[in-house]
């Protein structure tokens, strides 16, 4: 079996690997390779640069999209450009079995091929682009096209999978959307005696969605009595540590950190905290729940999802002194907070391991070719 899996639009493998995600990302397709001996063609929106980097996947290829055609500064030049791209790779495309298109960004290049090819299309969402645009206040244009973006390419590919109910109910009529949710690296984790008592963990990117600033208000004046350690970089860094001066709140934020480092940062911490506004299938949270982390999550549809309320993990509504009263009240029941920490372990390995997720992704690409 021959796919051809296409990046997100403007993700290179260097991208990845600048960002310290490369395994993780080429971990699964690993895996069905070794287990089916299924082979794959990566075509990235890199330069010949991407081709150094070794994806350790016997029998790939990766086939950097600005090595066939001129990278251009100018966003719209770049983006008309992209229509030729199935052209330029038209015989990758007749010689491959199935195309898979990795995010929703960028699908309208395999949706060209499949058209030309009759290939097999599947297109993974890690969230819906149009919904968060609803949530992000993007202007009229922006959303118009995320939405036509969906609606063609759920239209024209035969397997369309999202990572959450949420995002599974918008598409209720329709046969082709399958629930496949993020999967997290399954590790052993110590329990919570010898992690942090008083330093309470999050990670993200420093933008209006994670609604950090709730977190650090509803923590003022703890300092010198509770830390927060935040992991994720982005506009928001500067704003951020004035709020917490300003609020006498211990805040750290630690920027450009690997994700293979960060796997290890979580066992550190008996305390997750998100307090995101919407969510997609959140890795952060999946994660911290997989390495033992009791997590506190925003009650928002993607997190009530995952966490059952004081069985593997707590919700709080986001309201002043909900969060400060809720960790207050259970920091220190030690034996109901090793109890929650097990049963999110549990249920994570049950729905989000790595195994799980091959064998789902596997029988998506059987049933394309039968």
Known sequence: MKITVFFTYGYSLKTWYDSGTIERELEIYKKINEKYQVNFTFV??????????????????VVPIYSLIKYNNNSVLRYLNSFKIPYKIRMITRNSDILHQHQLLGSW???????????????????????????????????????????????????????????????????????????????????????????????????????????????????????????????????LN????????????????????????????????????FEGNPKTILEAMSLGCVVL?????????IIINENNGYLYEIKENNLLTLYSKIKNQDEKLNNISENAK?????????????????????????
């Open 44 to 61: 990235t929106y890199g330069n010949e640069e991407d081709l150094k980097y070794d994806t350790n996947i016997k029998n790939s290829e």
């Open 109 to 239: 290049i395999p949706i060209i091929c499949k058209l030309f090819s009759n290939k097999p299309l599947l297109i993974r969402t890690g969230y819906d682009m149009y919904q968060f645009s609803l949530q992000e206040k993007k202007n009229y244009i922006i959303k118009f096209l995320y939405k036509f973006l969906t609606n063609i390419s759920l239209f024209i590919c035969d397997i369309y999978t999202v990572t959450s109910n949420s995002d599974r109910n918008l598409f209720k009529s329709s046969e082709k959307v399958r629930l496949r949710p993020n999967w997290v690296y399954q590790s052993d984790s110590e329990s919570l005696l010898g992690r942090f008592e008083n330093r309470i963990l999050s990670v993200g990117r420093l933008a209006d969605q994670k609604n950090y600033e709730y977190l650090i208000n509803e923590f003022r004046n703890t300092k010198g009595e509770i830390v927060l350690d935040i992991y994720g970089s982005g506009e928001r860094f500067e704003y």
């Open 242 to 277: 004035n709020l917490a001066k300003e609020s006498n709140v211990d805040l750290n934020i630690h920027k450009n950190v690997k994700h293979d480092d960060l796997l290890n940062i979580y066992k550190k911490y008996k305390f997750f905290i998100s307090t995101s506004l």
């Open 297 to 305: 999550a925003s009650n928002i549809p993607n997190h009530s999802e």
């Open 346 to 370: 549990k249920d994570i390995l049950n729905s989000n391991s790595l195994e799980v997720l091959t064998e789902k992704m596997y029988s998506d690409y059987t049933d394309l070719i039968k």
